[in-house]
């Protein structure tokens, strides 16, 4: 039994696609009907967005599967789109992951690299048969592909300065993910440590990323 919340939520992004749809046919030129199918399944919502193909009279009938996309029925958290011509997407197999890995990520739901990405490293641990190997391997794929877990194309891992555990797990848990976001708050970010941590290990911990910070500066420019 689906929530009265999520039909509402299911119901506005079909709107969305619609309208993504309708436009997408003016401009190019298509003259058949369009439709949006939902299926609910393994506790997933899969949305697929299709037009009939009247372009092209040799494949009269056919219809052209434009968006597709899995939502988690419980969540709605959105899976990116595994065909969608609206926004472009990275496969996860670019990755070259192992296919044990590979599995492991898409039955979480997760499509493409860009979802994979929105995950931070904690976030990303919690996937099920997903230990520290795995992780590994993801983030190394990740690296040699200038993608980073919890942040843009390009950024640099808090995994590169080489973190203590503690100082590692408390930026995790404030959503500190990247070198860039740690810049970013300079020198916010003592204050929102300081906060959320005893004063003792805080003093550890601040001391260590600075140092840190300053090391691997010097070494990147």
Same mark, same amino acid.
């Given at each position: 039994?689906?929530?009265?919340?999520?039909?509402?939520?299911?119901?506005?992004?079909?709107?969305?696609?619609?309208?993504?749809?309708?436009?997408?046919?003016?401009?190019?030129?298509?003259?058949?009907?369009?439709?949006?199918?939902?299926?609910?399944?393994?506790?997933?919502?899969?949305?697929?967005?299709?037009?009939?193909?009247?372009?092209?009279?040799?494949?009269?009938?056919?219809?052209?599967? +434009?968006?597709?996309?899995?939502?988690?029925?419980?969540?709605?958290?959105?899976?990116?789109?595994?065909?969608?011509i609206f926004n472009d997407v990275t496969?996860?197999?670019?990755?070259?992951?192992? &296919?044990?890995?590979?599995?492991?990520?898409?039955?979480?739901?997760?499509?493409?690299?860009? &979802?994979?990405?929105?995950?931070?490293?904690?976030?990303?641990?919690?996937?099920?048969?997903?230990?520290?190997?795995?992780?590994?391997?993801?983030?190394?794929?990740?690296?040699?592909?200038?993608?980073?877990?919890?942040?843009?194309?390009?950024?640099?891992?808090?995994?590169?300065?080489?973190?203590?555990?503690?100082?590692?797990?408390?930026? +995790?848990?404030?959503?500190?993910?990247?070198?860039?976001?740690?810049?970013?708050?300079?020198?916010?970010?003592?204050?929102?440590?300081?906060?959320?941590?005893?004063?003792?290990?805080?003093?550890?911990?601040?001391?260590?990323? &600075?140092?840190?910070?300053?090391?691997?500066?010097?070494?990147?420019?």
């Open positions: 039994m689906i929530r009265k919340e999520t039909e509402d939520k299911i119901t506005h992004k079909c709107e969305e696609i619609a309208t993504l749809l309708e436009e997408y046919k003016n401009f190019n030129g298509y003259q058949g009907k369009s439709c949006i199918e939902i299926i609910i399944k393994d506790g997933f919502i899969h949305v697929d967005a299709k037009v009939d193909n009247d372009k092209d009279p040799a494949s009269s009938g056919n219809t052209y599967l +434009l968006y597709t996309a899995k939502y988690n029925a419980e969540t709605m958290h959105e899976c990116k789109g595994i065909h969608n496969p996860l197999s670019t990755l070259k992951l192992s &296919e044990r890995t590979e599995n492991a990520i898409r039955r979480a739901g997760i499509e493409s690299v860009e &979802e994979l990405c929105e995950m931070g490293p904690r976030d990303i641990r919690t996937i099920r048969n997903f230990g520290e190997v795995r992780y590994k391997e993801v983030y190394e794929a990740l690296k040699k592909n200038s993608f980073c877990l919890g942040g843009m194309p390009g950024d640099t891992s808090i995994d590169e300065i080489g973190l203590s555990p503690n100082t590692y797990n408390e930026l +995790l848990k404030n959503g500190i993910y990247t070198v860039e976001k740690i810049k970013k708050y300079y020198p916010e970010y003592t204050k929102k440590i300081l906060i959320k941590t005893n004063t003792g290990l805080a003093d550890k911990i601040v001391k260590e990323l &600075e140092e840190k910070m300053e090391r691997f500066t010097s070494v990147t420019g």
